[in-house]
């Protein structure tokens, strides 16, 4: 109880599920394994934060009249993301298919890429582009979290609800 208080409950299953108590082995808990997992899933909402400030930035601006990706020339940036979450939904559901709970892996590496990469090439974007360039990626990482938090809701319910919730009511 205390270690749920302290960090959450999505941290500790993140944890458990890949430790080696998952595969029917004694384990001791690693509290460093813990803060690593704990750190990789408050950076998650980095990216959750940068699209609220973002969104709410536009919304001053201009109006949002249509909220659809195909209407927008996507970039090579924006198509490299799409697909990189399309994949580690792939990777998830390959691991999870074959009892391989070995996650927190995967998941680290497509939420480095999301804020290393993605957020920090899209940031001039969303600050000077045109009209066009900064709905489409609003859209795009909108479209990207949504799609982060469906593949993680059984593994991190709490987290993904929250993140899910957050960008539907924007």
Request: glycine share 2%.
């Amino acid at each position: 109880v205390e270690l749920v208080e302290k960090y959450s409950a999505d941290t500790i299953r993140l944890y458990l599920i890949n430790s080696a108590a998952s595969r029917g082995c004694e384990t001791k808990f690693n509290m460093t394994d813990i803060e690593n997992i704990n750190k990789k899933i408050i950076q998650f909402l980095e990216p959750l934060k940068f699209l609220i400030i973002s969104t709410e930035l536009f919304k001053k601006n201009y109006d949002i009249n249509e909220l659809n990706l195909e209407n927008y020339n996507l970039t090579n940036i924006d198509k490299w993301i799409l697909s990189r979450v399309d994949n580690f939904k792939k990777d998830i559901l390959y691991h999870l298919n074959n009892y391989n709970t070995q996650i927190f892996p995967i998941f680290e590496s497509l939420i480095n890429d999301l804020n290393n990469i993605y957020i920090r090439i899209i940031r001039n974007r969303i600050k000077n582009g045109n009209y066009n360039e900064r709905l489409s990626t609003i859209l795009v990482l909108a479209n990207t979290l949504i799609n982060i938090t469906i593949i993680t809701s059984s593994f991190l319910p709490f987290y993904s609800e929250y993140i899910y919730k957050a960008i539907t009511n924007l």
